[in-house]
């Protein structure tokens, strides 16, 4: 059974930094596309940042402009499973939102899974 386990969100002040984690187990084979989405109220679900498998053709970080060069999307590898993080800088009111974490694998088709959402609220 796959498992995503996302840490890391909280209440910060306008211009503070947080970083997100999520962990994934549960499966044998890395997720090929690692990434971050958040929603806020009354909005739709929206892309942040992924990242590609090292060893694929898509190995490569991709923003929301929203947030290029203040959000940083890494991934690796420990122990307790694929991991990717989110280092969230200079955050801003409009960052404010619920972010999820989702693992993406090619197997004939894509394959999604979900963490349950970290919450980030940031304050003036």
């Known amino acids: 059974q796959v498992r995503l386990v996302e840490s890391g969100g909280g209440l910060v002040q306008a211009g503070g930094s947080l970083n997100l984690s999520c962990v994934v187990s549960g499966s044998r084979l890395s997720p090929i596309v690692m990434g971050w989405y958040r929603q806020a109220p009354g909005t739709e679900r929206e892309l942040v940042a992924s990242?590609?498998?090292?060893?694929?053709?898509?190995?490569?970080?991709?923003?929301a402009h929203s947030v290029e060069g203040r959000f940083t999307i890494s991934r690796g590898t420990n122990n307790a499973g694929d991991t990717v993080y989110l280092q969230m800088n200079t955050l801003k009111l409009e960052d404010t939102a619920v972010y999820y974490c989702?693992?993406?694998?090619?197997?004939?088709?894509?394959?999604?899974?979900w963490g349950q959402g970290t919450p980030v609220t940031v304050s003036s």
């Open positions: 989702n693992a993406r694998w090619a197997l004939g088709e894509w394959v999604d899974y």
């Open positions: 990242i590609g498998r090292s060893d694929s053709n898509i190995n490569f970080a991709n923003y």
